[in-house]
């Protein structure tokens, strides 16, 4: 693929091994947290502004997927362990799940899906962020709404 532009980007998708109890003890299902999460020093970070949205995705064995929606809170910085961005980000009452997302034809060419491996942080265009939304719990949709 072509370097991405502004455009192509409608969400943010931050990665994590660490289901979300790991990432922020105690981080109960509809609330939020501030984060600062890694990502690899790459051109994307100069797409990344505050009030961009952005999920958690929980990759590996046990429950992968989206786990929180939020908003991209600052810039890009340099971290102890390399760039971070500032992140505040709302659990989900209910993830949305790796293989929901694969049988959703609108969705499942994200880049997340089909390169899990990849860069963080990925992406979903326009038509997949819209595809997603249709995949949250009508509480999560407000969350994400009020946020985005």
């Known amino acids: 693929m072509a370097r991405l532009t502004a455009a192509d980007v409608a969400c943010w998708v931050l990665k994590s ?21 890694c990502v690899r020093p790459s051109y994307r970070l100069g797409l990344v ?6 999920l958690l995705w929980v990759s590996g064995r046990d429950r992968p997927g989206v786990h929180a929606v939020g908003a991209v ?5 340099d971290g102890e362990g390399g760039p971070t961005v500032a ?7 209910e993830p949305v799940d790796r293989t929901e997302l694969l049988a959703d034809p609108a969705v ?9 491996a990849g860069s963080n942080p990925s ?3 326009p038509g997949q962020y819209a595809a997603l939304r249709a995949h949250l719990a009508p509480a999560d949709v407000r ?6």
Request: charged content about 25%; proline content about 12%.
């Open 123 to 125: 992406w979903l265009s």
């Open 108 to 116: 499942r060419d994200a880049e997340v899906l089909r390169m899990p």
């Open 73 to 77: 809170t600052g810039g890009p910085a």
């Open 87 to 93: 992140v505040r980000l709302v659990r989900l009452t």
């Open 49 to 54: 502004h505050p009030g961009h949205p952005v």
């Open 17 to 37: 091994s660490r289901p979300p109890d790991l990432v922020a003890p105690g981080w109960a299902a509809g609330t939020a947290r501030d984060l600062d999460r």
């Open 143 to 148: 969350s994400c709404a009020a946020r985005t």
